[in-house]
């Protein structure tokens, strides 16, 4: 089973029972996991969101595999997606993240990733008026990410100081990335009483011609 969890979910690819590499030459080795380690600290810097990456395809003998107990998934891999450039070309295997999905999708066999990725913290003054819902034809967008780890340099509030107030969407999760999404405090607090420890932003997108 795949789980969709913050990032899009994709399938590792498999061959022979051990992880191979698709469309590379060049296998995961220990010494290029632990160069990429720096981009999966244990706090995430200033700006930076952590973005995760969750596989149930496992491989039924890592070469390179994870501390017990998730010895069966590798310790790192390179075909993973996140919706904040630049994905770094390795990801590192992260087990408290691993052993938190696994008890939400039994009967967990999910092996989870994760890594640092820096955010487009934006200006109010960058805002279109009404955040662009005074377009004809325009749509209501959200999107929401984790709350930042160690906070940002423009914080939406004292309530809030880990949630920028505004960010440019990245464009896998728009349908029209505005210059600038103000934090929405509806869909925060809707998301944080679900139990998710979010910061989500709002926009309107102008719907195409011919496409309602």
Known sequence: MRTPVITAVVGLCLLGGGLASCGKSEPVTAASSANHLANSPKVCPVD??????????LPLVAALPA?????????SIEHH?????PVPPVAV??????GYIRKRHPPGHNCCYSW???VAVKSLDDVLPQA????????RETYCLATLESGTSAPASDQLPRCPVAIQPPASKAFSVPPAAPLDLIATN???????D???YGWCSVQPGGSY
């Open 116 to 118: 640092c990725a820096p």
């Open 67 to 75: 501390p017990a107990p998730y010895d069966n998934c590798p310790s």
């Open 81 to 85: 997606e996140g919706n904040h450039e």
């Open 48 to 57: 930076q969101v952590r973005e995760y990456f969750c596989d149930a395809l």
């Open 132 to 139: 662009g819902c005074t377009q004809p034809l325009a749509i």
């Open 93 to 98: 295997f992260d087990s408290s993240y691993t």
């Open 190 to 196: 809707s998301r944080r009483g679900l139990g998710f």
């Open 198 to 200: 979010e910061c989500c």
